[in-house]
């Protein structure tokens, strides 16, 4: 292999996710903005010769592009992902981690790339706990911003990795398209302009961060072109030196110096605590070929990512636990009871046994084992919701036979974020990608590398914030905290059918789930699984669930003993459905953050 390679409710995300249901719904649908045009969000697109979607138009723009002129599914995913770093900088860029998920047409094998972020080699476990009081520091306002909770980023080194596995093309070509849009800008958008205002006390705390994000002191104005040359620099740097030039050298001392020390304005009263990674840790970061999980879902082969995720694991167990039961004979309020009791089982088994797989011992063929599931599963009424939190099985030692439940558990976190992006690409080959990648919170760490034009994570902040040593998720120097991330790529035999994924913090996985759910077991096609209101069942007593959900299954659900509680939204997503017949069916939210653009090579004639 190639070198190189707390419970968080906070202010920042509550506002947020009032701001996206609202102000989003009129989100920009002009073809030109003065004299920059502004290409189209479409939900769904259908046609033949490649296909994207992200939940941005300049990206999916730019993707479709590069199908166009003859790049491959890796080619354009990794020119969306520079993009998005542009258009979409409070989400992703290359001051995060992702995984990136890949069907070879030519191998027919699904394999992935951990580009997750590390921990700095000198983190102390107790990294986030105040040594005044013995307590956590609080998410919000302490742990979001600053450099204490930055890892090391993985999404340079997941670009080079890639492409040089499965691309045509180089750093450089793929690097051009989203360089010329952070030189020439882009239109601001509701959700650029909303997710800015949302920040602007973190931004207003770092000198770096309000002078690119708050020109004159304001969040951009929707409408007006907002340039980012330093960023363009630092791509033309890449593109001249490789990702050595990210991991080693000026720009990665220039890193740790801004975490070691951040840029905090005079005067400012937020706490910005500093973090230890240097110079040593960004030299000797690796992305990870990893194995992907694979579950059979009712003759599909479902393919997700492995750990650090615990998405691969937690999608995989409730489908398990879930084919025990003939979910498309039921009627629909029926299906989502078993989706929240068979979701709350996996999140419990989660929470007891993942975190990086290279620092403790994930069960994760115990997981994903179908007698494991069956033994899940007798704990799965048909008629009555258990009440929970339920309590982890044994995945190491397990025979498919009802054993009485465990003790409940502590009630789980749900973490209420839309931070984080997806996208999803095929190619006229065949070849197909699933790319989730993220910087953690909207807006991240807060911290812009000073005149690099870009953000710095706080991922790890997704490691448990107190240190237990039975934890799998607790700190430890070089590991990776573990992920929610749930790139998803459906076979069916031994062909790509389906793949999907989203953002959405510990809410990707429930949001994967149901929407593999509502296509395969209810019938919706991939448009309707996607647009269905959603819920986010982990396994607490009470379930999270977007208006809409509790409007259509609400009074059935309550017959079943579960309660709802109303949130804006939950995950927005991006797929493509490839068709027996090789027709693409690219699909990306229609609403949820002002909806997205899935755009196709050659549409199908109507
Ligand atoms: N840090 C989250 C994860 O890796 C993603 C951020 C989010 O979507 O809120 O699971």
Not at 37 to 48: D, E, F, L
Request: hydrophobic share 40%; net charge negative; glycine share 10%.
């Amino acid at each position: 292999m190639k070198k190189r390679s707390a419970a968080r409710s906070s202010a920042v995300t509550g506002v947020l996710a009032l701001l996206l249901a609202g102000a989003l719904a009129a989100s920009p649908a002009a073809t030109a903005t003065g004299s920059k045009p502004v290409p189209p969000r479409v939900p769904t697109s259908t046609g033949y010769g490649g296909a994207v979607s992200s939940l941005d138009p300049v990206v999916s723009e730019v993707g479709l592009q590069v199908l166009r002129k003859g790049g491959n599914a890796t080619d354009a995913a990794v020119a969306m992902a520079a993009a998005i770093g542009v258009t979409d900088p409070y989400s992703a860029g290359i001051g995060g981690g992702g995984f990136f998920v890949h069907y070879d047409a030519a191998t027919g094998q699904v394999e992935t790339i951990d580009g997750r972020e590390t921990a700095p080699g000198a983190i102390e476990h107790d990294a986030f706990v105040d040594p005044a009081t013995g307590e956590p520091y609080p998410f919000y306002p302490d742990l979001v911003t600053g450099g204490v909770s930055v890892g090391v980023p993985g999404t340079p080194a997941t670009w080079e990795r890639a492409l040089e596995r499965w691309g045509t093309t180089s750093l450089r070509q793929a690097l051009r398209p989203a360089t010329k849009v952070a030189d020439q800008g882009f239109v601001v958008d509701q959700l650029f302009h909303d997710q800015t205002v949302a920040n602007q006390e973190r931004f207003e705390a770092l000198t770096s961060t309000s002078e690119l994000f708050l020109p004159d002191g304001e969040a951009p104005e929707v409408g007006s072109v907002f340039r980012n040359p330093d960023l363009a620099a630092t791509y033309r740097l890449l593109a001249r030196g490789g990702v050595d030039a990210f991991y080693e050298g000026v720009l990665a001392e220039e890193i740790a110096d801004a975490v070691q020390t951040p840029p905090v304005a005079p005067g400012t009263e937020l706490p910005v605590p500093a973090g230890s990674m240097t110079a040593e840790d960004l030299a000797s970061y690796e992305v990870v070929d990893r194995d992907p999980t694979v579950v059979s879902y009712r003759g599909y082969d479902v393919y997700g990512m492995a750990p650090p995720s615990s998405g691969g694991t937690t999608v995989g167990e409730a489908l398990n636990i879930l084919e025990q039961f003939d979910l498309a004979s039921l009627d629909d309020s029926a299906a989502m009871h078993h989706y929240i009791e068979a979701s709350a089982l996996a999140y419990a088994d989660r929470a007891a046994y993942l975190g990086d797989g290279d620092f403790v011992d994930v069960p994760v063929s115990g997981l994903l084992d179908d007698t494991f599931a069956q033994e899940r599963a007798c704990l799965l009424d048909p008629a009555a919701a258990a009440a929970k939190p339920v309590a982890a099985g044994d995945a190491r030692s397990y025979d498919g036979v009802c054993d009485e439940p465990a003790a409940p558990a502590s009630e789980p976190e749900d973490t209420e974020s839309t931070s984080t992006t997806n996208l999803t690409v095929a190619d006229r080959w065949g070849n197909v990608v699933e790319y989730t990648l993220t910087i953690e919170q909207i807006g991240g760490s807060g911290i812009v590398v000073p005149g690099r034009g870009f953000l710095l994570n706080n991922e790890l902040t997704d490691f448990s914030i107190e240190y237990d040593a039975d934890d799998p998720n607790r700190i430890e120097p070089g590991k990776r905290p573990r992920s929610s991330m749930s790139p998803t790529i459906v076979l069916a035999d031994g062909r790509p059918v389906l793949a999907l994924g989203s953002p959405g913090g510990s809410r990707i996985i429930t949001t994967v789930m149901q929407m593999l759910i509502n296509r395969i077991d209810l019938g919706m096609t991939i448009e309707e699984a996607i647009a269905a209101p959603r819920a986010t069942p982990q396994n607490s007593a009470r379930t999270t669930a977007e208006q809409g959900f509790i409007d259509r299954y609400g009074t059935a659900l309550s017959g079943y003993g579960h309660q709802l509680v109303p949130d804006v939204t939950i995950g927005a997503a991006t797929a493509i459905e490839i068709g027996p017949d090789g027709l693409l069916t690219a699909v990306a939210e229609p609403t949820r953050l002002g909806g997205g653009s899935a755009r196709v090579v050659r549409p199908a004639v109507p």
